[in-house]
């Protein structure tokens, strides 16, 4: 069983980190405002689990379960939902509504499994690079 949630965040971009030694390394910024959204028992659910939510959803685009699920949990609703199985003592140790700090979840020099999703380019393909080439072609020959 795993026994630190995840999180949740968006990649804000990617920067350097200088170390004393003079050494570069390449970091990438997430944010991570993860709210905790609801919670999972083993007496009701069978399991152990922290339900979390990150982003801005509209009110007048929640269904309504989902926004009695949020006015519960004394949040604003969110656009992105996920569980995440972990023991029963961390799931006790969060309460509803509660932002999930990342230092809780994460140590020094762990290492982390990182899932994303990318931008969907449809059937642009070739034509999508062949611009970009064009486009770059034409900043050249400008100068």
């Known amino acids: 069983m795993n026994s ?22 390449p970091v990438t910024v997430i944010d991570t405002r993860a709210v905790v959204v609801g919670k ?3 007496e009701k659910n069978g399991y152990d689990a922290l339900i979390l939510g990150y982003g801005e959803r ?23 939902l996920r569980e995440f199985r972990c023991d029963a003592e961390v799931v006790a140790k969060f309460e509803l509504g509660q932002v999930l700090p990342a230092e809780e979840v994460l140590a020094v020099g ?34």
């Open 4 to 25: 630190n949630p995840g999180i949740l965040g968006l990649k804000i971009g990617m920067t350097q980190v200088i170390g004393d030694d003079g050494e570069v390394t």
């Open 40 to 42: 999972r028992t083993k």
């Open 58 to 80: 509209k009110v007048t685009r929640t269904s309504k379960p989902l926004a009695g699920q949020f006015k519960s949990a004394g949040t604003a609703p969110k656009s992105v």
């Open 110 to 143: 762990q290492f982390v499994d990182v899932r994303g999703v990318s931008r969907g380019r449809g059937f642009s393909g070739v034509m999508r690079r062949l611009d970009r080439y064009q486009h770059d072609a034409r900043s050249c020959s400008s100068r």
